[in-house]
């Protein structure tokens, strides 16, 4: 089976939340490996900066549009969040902050596609 035709299986079998939560676990893998390679390694570090900022851009573009349902507050909230992750990124490369705050946003984005946790057996 050749790659494409994978992807196209894969995107057909996932659902809109389903395909949010892996592209967040891949631009949140690659931001947990640009954590530990050397500063020297410039390249590894931009890459996965660029990649999660182009992925909240179109998130906070998409909240943008008058035609988004969700809720103007929340919309509010992931267009902060967009802010924040371009100015944190920028003091990344300074090398005025790390990487985990936009690692742990990540993960709280995560958390929440994946929905409320199964109840635990008392």
Known sequence: MSLQAYKTAA???????EMEYRLFGQVTR???H?????????ATRIDALDWN???W????????S???????????QIISISLFVGRHSSAI?????????????????????????PAQAA
């Not at 995107?11 to 939340?17: F, G, K, M």
């Open 11 to 17: 995107t057909r079998a996932e659902n809109p939340r």
């Open 30 to 32: 690659a931001l947990m």
């Open 34 to 42: 640009a954590s530990t390679v050397d500063r020297s390694d410039i």
């Open 53 to 55: 900022r182009r992925l």
């Open 57 to 64: 851009t179109a998130l906070a573009t998409d909240c943008s």
């Open 66 to 76: 008058e035609d988004n349902a969700m809720d103007k507050a929340l919309r509010a």
């Open 93 to 117: 490369m300074r090398g005025e902050e790390d990487f985990e705050p936009l690692i742990d946003i990540n993960r709280m984005i995560m958390q929440g596609l994946a929905g409320p946790a």
